[in-house]
C-alpha cells in the first residue's frame, strides 16, 4: 500500500510570470504501514516550470528530516501531473531534472494517463526517467467523463499486458474509489441527454433524495459503479444550478464489486505488475468515497467483517459543563434499495440534540431517537448531530422492519 499526504503546485494569475508554491508535510496522524510515499499534485493540467525544480528539492529534504525523527520508512515520492500527451517530452526533461534532488534511497513514481500509451507517443521517454509508474483506470478523458456515467473505467488485462510490461519497469494500477456528483441537463428540442455541465463537491444523495421533487432511477455502469439519476420533477434550483424538469442530478459510486472486478482485473496483467493504488483517502465525513477499511475489503487484501446490524458510534464532544457527544450511525446495509428506518435509545435522557442540518433525525421521547434514510443514502458512518445529556449515556440502535 503507498501512503502519503497530497500537496500541490499553485501558479498565481496576477503577473506575467507565475509565481509558485510547493506545500507538502506529514499528517499528524498515519496509519501503520511498511512503508510510505510522498505524494505530490499539480491541481491544473500541463507540466509544472523547471523553476519548480529546486523547490521540490527543499520540501523534499524538509520531508525527509521529519520523516527520520518520526521513524517513518519512506519508499519515494510519486508525482500526479496530468500532463498533455503532446508534452511528453517536455514532462520526461522535467521529471530527470527532479531525479537529480531526490533524496538517497528515495524511488520516483509517477501516475499515468491511459491516452499517454497510445501509438506514436513519448510515454518510452517519460517512464525511463521514473523508478514506477501507475496508469490511472479512471477519468480516462474528458469525453469519458462528460458523456458516461462512469468514474472507473474496466481493465481489460489482454489489452494492456502487453502495453505496460513493454518497458521493464515496475509498475502498479490505479483504481479508483472515489464518487462523483453531477448535473445533467436534458435537451428538450432533441429529448437525448447533453454532457455534464457541472460537478458538485459537496453534494450527496441524501441531499437530493429528500427533495419530493426528484423521482429516482439507477443503474450499474460496465465497471460496476451505482449510479442514482435523480430527475427533476419539476422548476428548482440546487445551489446555484436551475433546474428544469427532467434534467438529473447524478451520483456515481464506487461499490464494493467494481474494487473486487478491478484488483482481479489488475492481477490478471501480471509480469511487472508490483500492486494496486486506491484513488483515494478520503476525508472523514466523506460519504461519496469508499473508507480505506472498505476498499481493503473489498479488494481481498483485509479480512472482510459481516456487519449484521446495524451500529452506533459515538465521539466525545468534550463539553466542559454537561456529557455530549456526537453520533454516528453506520448500516449494515448501505447500498440497500429499501429505506431504513431505526431507533436509537439512550441509557439517560438527553438534555436535548442537536441534528445535522438535513439529516432525518428527530428527538421522539426524553431517551430515543427517530432515524428515516431514502434508499441508497446510509453509506458510512453517518454523522446524525450532537446529544447532550447530564451525565454519560449509552446508545443503542434497532431498526424497525
Not at 519508499?75 to 526533461?93: E, K, M
Not at 464518487?179 to 458538485?200: I, N
Request: charged letters at 25%.
Amino acid at each position: 500500500m503507498c501512503f502519503g499526504k497530497r500537496a500541490r503546485f499553485l501558479s498565481g494569475s496576477g503577473s506575467r510570470k507565475p509565481r509558485w508554491v510547493v506545500w507538502g508535510n506529514w499528517p499528524d496522524e498515519l496509519p501503520e504501514a511498511r512503508e510510505y510515499w510522498v505524494l505530490f499534485r499539480y491541481e491544473r493540467q500541463g507540466v509544472p516550470d523547471n523553476t519548480v525544480v529546486s523547490m521540490l528539492a527543499e520540501r523534499f529534504a524538509e520531508l525527509q528530516a521529519r520523516a527520520r525523527a518520526r521513524h517513518l520508512n519512506v519508499a519515494g515520492v510519486q508525482l500526479d501531473i496530468d500532463s498533455p500527451t503532446s508534452a511528453l517530452p517536455q514532462y520526461a526533461a522535467f521529471l530527470r531534472e527532479v531525479r537529480k534532488g531526490l533524496p538517497d534511497g528515495w524511488r520516483l513514481s509517477i501516475t499515468a494517463l491511459l491516452d499517454w500509451f497510445r501509438s506514436g507517443t513519448s510515454v518510452g521517454d517519460v517512464i525511463r526517467e521514473t523508478d514506477e509508474f501507475v496508469p490511472q483506470f479512471y477519468d480516462i478523458d474528458a469525453a469519458t467523463w462528460n458523456n458516461s456515467a462512469a468514474v472507473a473505467a474496466r481493465i481489460d488485462a489482454a489489452r494492456w499486458r502487453p502495453v505496460f510490461n513493454r518497458f521493464g519497469k515496475r509498475f502498479r494500477i490505479g483504481i479508483s474509489t472515489f464518487g462523483r456528483a453531477r448535473f445533467v441537463p436534458r435537451d428538450f428540442s432533441s429529448g437525448a441527454r447533453l454532457s455534464g455541465l457541472a460537478s458538485y463537491r459537496d453534494l450527496t444523495p441524501l441531499d437530493i433524495a429528500l427533495n419530493p421533487a426528484f423521482r429516482l432511477r439507477t443503474e450499474r455502469n460496465p465497471a460496476n459503479e451505482l449510479v442514482l439519476n435523480y430527475e427533476a420533477t419539476r422548476k428548482l434550483r440546487i445551489g446555484y444550478t436551475d433546474l428544469n424538469p427532467g434534467d438529473v442530478i447524478q451520483f456515481i459510486l464506487a461499490t464494493p464489486e467494481a474494487v473486487r472486478d478491478a484488483v482481479a482485473g489488475a492481477r490478471r496483467i501480471g509480469g511487472n505488475l508490483t500492486g494496486v493504488v486506491f484513488f483515494r483517502w478520503p476525508q472523514a465525513r466523506e460519504l461519496l468515497a469508499m473508507q480505506p477499511d472498505e476498499a481493503l475489503m473489498a479488494a481481498g487484501l483485509a479480512p472482510v467483517k459481516v456487519q449484521k446490524e446495524n451500529q452506533v458510534y459515538t465521539v466525545d464532544g468534550r463539553c466542559a459543563a454537561v456529557a455530549c457527544v456526537d453520533v454516528y450511525l453506520e448500516s449494515s446495509a448501505p447500498f440497500s434499495s429499501n429505506p431504513l428506518h431505526c431507533r436509537i435509545h439512550t441509557s439517560t435522557e438527553l438534555e436535548y440534540f442537536l441534528p445535522r442540518e438535513h439529516m432525518p433525525v428527530r428527538m421522539i421521547a426524553p431517551s430515543e431517537l427517530e432515524v428515516s434514510l431514502p434508499p441508497y443514502c446510509a453509506r458510512g458512518r453517518l454523522y446524525l448531530g450532537r446529544a447532550v445529556t447530564a451525565r454519560k449515556t449509552e446508545f443503542t440502535v434497532e431498526e424497525e422492519r
